[in-house]
Every structure is written in C-alpha cells, then in structure tokens.
C-alpha cells in the first residue's frame, strides 16, 4: 500500500532501539525511575528489571504482540520504556504495518504519511534522555497512529462539552424530518452479491420502514430504513443504467454506458470532467448526503473516472460542503477464515480486499471539503453496514443514543 520511500523492516526499528539504548542507558549503576530523578549505587549494583535486560531484538518483538493502549502504559512504567516507545520509527512501523486492517477510516482519523522520512539518528536524538523538544519538531507518528487506529479512535477525539450534551437531549425531543441520501457506484452493480437486494430483505440489519414512492426517470427509487428501532432515514438508489443492462453486463463482464454522467472532456492535467444527468442533479438538491459503494474486490476500480463521479455530484445542486459522504468499501462475500490463514501468515495478514485508507487515498477523499468516511463492508453479511450508517446520521444531526 505505501510506495518504497514508506516501507519500513523490523531490522531498521531494532537497530534504532538499540542505539538508543547504548546511548543513554549504559550505567546500569544508576536507576532511572519515574520522578527522573537518579537513584545512585550505595553498595551493590542495583539490578534492571527482567524486561528491561531481555535484548532489544526481543523487546521490540514483545512490543509487536501489545495492543496501542498497552504499549503506551508499559511507557509509564519507568524513564526507560516511556523513552523507548515514543521512538518514531517504531510507531511508524506500526502504522505501516496495521493500517491494512482498519477497517475503517474517515476526514478527521486519516492519518498523514507525506511527512519526510525520519533516519535513525533523528529518531534517537528525538528521545534523548529527560528532553521533549526533538518531538515538537518532528513528525509525531504516535499521535498519527493513536487518531488513526479503530481502537483509539473515540478516545483520541475530543468528548464532546457538557452544554453540548444536554443540548443534543433537548433536540431530541422535537421530531426531526427523516434524513435522505443518494446511493450510486459501481459497487451496486459489478459484484456477484446485490447489496441493495440484501438491504432489502435485511430486517434483522435495516428494517424496511417504508415502500419506494416514485421513480426517477426508471433510474432509481426510494426506500426508507429504520435504524436502531427508532431512527427513520430513507435512501434513494441511483443506478447507471436499468436492471437488464446491468445483469447482462456483469455476467458478460462487458462495460455499460453509464446514464447518470456525462462526460464533458478533460481538463488541463488529462482527467475526465463529468456532469450529472438532470435527474441526478435534481436528487443532488434534495438529499442530506450521499452513499458511495465502492467495489474494493482486488484488481478493481477506475480511479480518475470514480474520482470525478464523485465530485461531480458532491459539487452539483449548489449544495454545500457539510453534506457527509460515506463510502462503503464493499465486497461480496468474506473470504473464510481457513483460506485466510492457509494463504497469509500469522502476522500482518494480507485481505482480499482493497484496504480502507488505500481506497480514500484511491478516490481522492482526502482533497474533499466535505466529512468523509470509508468503511469496510460485505454485501453478503452487511457487515460494517451499520457503522457506516451510524457515521452517516450522526454527521446529518441525528442524536444516536446507547448505539455504536
């Protein structure tokens, strides 16, 4: 997922560690507790503890089996450990090598990979023994990985004030008009299993609170959901042509014309300019945000063609840039769980899947004005559907109470 100046070997974090240590904790004479204060030999040697003499090579492989919060309370341990696992490369390391399996990512979590790279002696000279001013200087990839990890996430961002909370309550109490997003990509049509198909006859997932109404033009129609039992919300699909087109072309793996856009041409650096169809323009003006579904099956996507999609619509009926877009990175169905490990190993398990910050970075979600998230999801199971929903009235003001 990263390109060659971002891949990062075990063998250069170690070889870090190790040069720290030699660095600034060669007296074994002195014991450096949490107070910073030196506590000196008055007789016999004092002895470091068990974890603290296991080789570097070994403590950093300890370090790989911790979970984020776990490593960060062995750093409140002592001096020692509070130094060694702020080291930048390390959490580089881990941010390189777990990204892949988040399975999900959004505008405020995306972590920052464009920083330049850290050397070795950087990363030592950032956690010289007592000093903090190397870390403010330097790209802090802790912090990157600890906004960034699923795990960490809700505890990184700031909770919301007191005032806010009891705000939200009283909201709550005024009925609110039912929140309406577009639904269109290619995810909808190229896979083997119908996510919408199975959002339909879902009740255990997404009750169907209500029968399609209209059609627009024999394009698209819509549906409303119940979430969570209380939260009505309606979500109209748009397709790019009618079923039998669709069908046809996925069985005969052929490309259809597309009727929601129009290609314009392109602009100065060669990418497509598209415009929405008028219908699609009119749904534009209507709707409080907008489902991607994203085919994140390996090998597939067009990247400069979806890029423009999207911004096409996000940027049509002069709506403004609040409207939240969530992006369902979907494949059909889960790769079982024998295969998985028969074709990956234990560590770093490659998935048949697109990963979630690799498909925000593929889709240009980055560069956008407006709230995003991508979230990993199975058409089959629906898995991570309902994250991704939960995510999506959120931002439209709905106030979720005791759900995810």
């Not at 961002?157 to 929140?179: H, I, K, M, W």
């Amino acid at each position: 997922m990263a390109g060659k100046s971002q891949q990062l070997n075990e063998s250069v974090v170690i070889r870090s560690l190790r040069r720290f240590r030699d660095r600034y904790f060669t007296n074994r004479g002195t014991v450096l507790r949490d107070d910073s204060k030196p506590v000196e030999d008055s007789g016999e040697e004092p002895q470091p503890g068990f974890l603290d003499s296991l080789p570097v090579d070994v403590q950093f492989q300890i370090m790989t089996f911790l979970s984020p919060s776990d490593i960060c309370r062995l750093g409140a341990t002592s001096q020692y450990w509070r130094a060694m696992v702020r080291d930048p490369l390390l959490w580089r390391y881990f941010l390189l090598r777990d990204m892949p399996n988040w399975p999900s990512i959004d505008h405020l979590s995306m972590p920052q990979l464009d920083a330049p790279l850290i050397s070795e002696d950087e990363s030592v000279d950032d956690r010289e023994e007592g000093e903090d001013r190397g870390m403010e200087s330097k790209f802090d990839y802790m912090s990157e990985y600890l906004k960034g990890c699923p795990s960490c996430r809700q505890r990184w961002l700031p909770s919301r004030p007191a005032y806010e909370v009891v705000t939200s309550f009283l909201q709550s109490l005024v009925p609110s008009t039912e929140p309406r997003y577009a639904m269109f990509g290619p995810g909808m049509e190229q896979l083997d299993v119908s996510l919408v198909t199975r959002l339909m006859h879902a009740p255990d997932v997404l009750p169907v609170s209500g029968t399609p109404h209209r059609q627009i033009n024999g394009i698209g129609s819509g549906i409303s959901y119940l979430f969570n039992n209380q939260h009505k919300f309606n979500i109209l699909t748009l397709y790019s042509t009618n079923r039998a087109e669709r069908e046809r072309a996925r069985v005969q793996q052929q490309t259809i014309s597309n009727k929601l856009f129009t290609l314009e041409g392109k602009d100065d650096s060669g990418h497509p300019i598209y415009s929405p169809a008028p219908q699609v323009q009119q749904v534009c003006q209507v709707v409080d945000g907008f489902i991607y579904v994203a085919n994140a099956e390996p090998g597939k996507g067009e990247e400069e063609s979806e890029v423009a999609q999207i911004r096409a619509v996000l940027s049509s009926g002069g709506g403004t840039a609040s409207r939240p877009l969530l992006v369902l990175s979907c494949v059909s169905r889960e790769e079982s769980e024998a295969t998985t490990l028969q074709a990956t190993p234990r560590r770093n398990r490659a998935r048949c899947r697109t990963p979630c910050v690799d498909m925000a970075k593929r889709l240009g979600l980055p560069q956008l004005a407006n709230p995003w998230m991508v979230q990993d999801t199975v058409a089959e199971s629906l898995s991570g559907l309902l994250e991704g929903i939960s995510w999506l009235l959120r931002c439209s003001g709905v106030k979720l109470y005791g759900s995810m």
